[in-house]
């Protein structure tokens, strides 16, 4: 039988990468996004490629009932989930530049920290249950090296919900590493998605100067690493932190 996944923000950049490299491996994918267009676009491209089934959904991340409601459906159509890619997120900018801390609003520190932080919670809090039942789960949650260096686009409440999934992540691994769950965090550094993708000529080109590789990456760069996470046999691998990021940023 093959392995169920779910993937937020599954639409689209890093996440729509991620259902197609677990399609690539045998799994059948749920997924969803905020976005009804983005939705339907990656359902029709996906319908075109060989792979296992899908079901997607309109779905916001925030919406506690929504996101266990949709784990719902995807165990009743695809079957027992076991794994799980916490992608869903945003980063508030103005003209394409982070927005200063002492300028940013209360409601965009709060949005953010609901989609990138509290979203995720709710993710595990949905499959936790399922997977315990299994004795067997994969969680990953997708960071940001914002959260590992001193960041130079991202701004405060970015940066702060991605640091903080370090810490959801080692409870996860201290209340259900007994249950066969593993849980760890892919920080992808600057990745070409519509996020970047909205940056001027001459932002990338600072961008791509820092990166010793000499190029930014591909969303298929971070897919390849979280697929391998989710595999059975990645069970060993647990409570690590995997900076994809090109050699920006290197922990010593």
Same mark, same amino acid.
């Given at each position: 039988?093959?392995?169920?996944?779910?993937?937020?923000?599954?639409?689209?950049?890093?996440?729509?990468?991620?259902?197609?490299?677990?399609?690539?491996?045998?799994?059948?994918?749920?997924?969803?996004?905020?976005?009804?267009?983005?939705? !339907? /676009? @990656? =359902?029709? &491209?996906?319908?075109? +490629?060989?792979?296992?089934?899908?079901? %997607?959904?309109?779905?916001? *991340?925030?919406? !506690? /009932? @929504? =996101?266990? &409601?949709?784990?719902? +459906?995807?165990?009743?159509?695809?079957? %027992?989930?076991?794994?799980? *890619?916490?992608?869903?997120?945003?980063?508030?900018?103005?003209?394409?530049?982070?927005?200063?801390?002492?300028?940013?609003?209360?409601?965009?520190?709060?949005?953010?920290?609901?989609?990138?932080?509290?979203?995720?919670?709710?993710?595990?809090?949905?499959?936790?249950?399922?997977?315990?039942?299994?004795?067997?789960?994969?969680?990953?949650?997708?960071?940001?090296?914002?959260?590992?260096?001193?960041?130079?686009?991202?701004?405060?409440?970015?940066?702060?919900?991605?640091?903080?999934?370090?810490?959801?992540?080692?409870?996860?691994?201290?209340?259900?590493?007994?249950?066969?769950?593993?849980?760890?965090?892919?920080?992808?550094?600057?990745?070409?998605?519509?996020?970047?993708?909205?940056?001027?000529?001459?932002?990338?080109?600072?961008?791509?100067?820092?990166?010793?590789?000499?190029?930014?990456?591909?969303?298929?760069?971070?897919?390849?690493?979280?697929?391998?996470?989710?595999?059975?046999?990645?069970?060993?691998?647990?409570?690590?932190?995997?900076?994809?990021?090109?050699?920006?940023?290197?922990?010593?």
């Amino acid at each position: 039988m093959s392995q169920v996944a779910i993937v937020s923000g599954g639409s689209t950049g890093i996440g729509l990468a991620t259902v197609r490299a677990m399609r690539g491996a045998g799994m059948k994918v749920g997924f969803f996004s905020s976005s009804p267009s983005k939705v !339907d /676009a @990656a =359902v029709a &491209a996906l319908a075109s +490629e060989p792979g296992p089934d899908i079901h %997607a959904a309109v779905v916001d *991340v925030t919406d !506690d /009932a @929504a =996101v266990s &409601a949709f784990h719902a +459906e995807v165990e009743a159509k695809l079957g %027992a989930v076991g794994a799980l *890619v916490c992608n869903a997120g945003i980063s508030p900018k103005r003209d394409g530049k982070r927005i200063p801390l002492h300028e940013t609003t209360r409601a965009q520190w709060e949005s953010t920290l609901s989609v990138n932080l509290a979203g995720a919670f709710n993710c595990a809090r949905a499959c936790l249950p399922s997977m315990m039942s299994q004795r067997y789960g994969r969680i990953v949650l997708v960071g940001s090296i914002a959260a590992r260096a001193t960041p130079k686009l991202a701004g405060a409440p970015y940066v702060a919900s991605k640091s903080a999934l370090s810490g959801l992540m080692r409870s996860v691994i201290s209340e259900y590493s007994a249950y066969g769950i593993t849980c760890n965090i892919v920080a992808p550094g600057n990745v070409v998605t519509d996020m970047v993708a909205a940056l001027s000529a001459e932002q990338l080109a600072q961008l791509t100067a820092r990166v010793p590789v000499g190029r930014l990456g591909k969303p298929e760069d971070i897919a390849l690493v979280i697929e391998m996470l989710c595999r059975p046999t990645a069970g060993f691998v647990n409570g690590a932190v995997i900076d994809v990021n090109g050699g920006e940023f290197v922990a010593v």
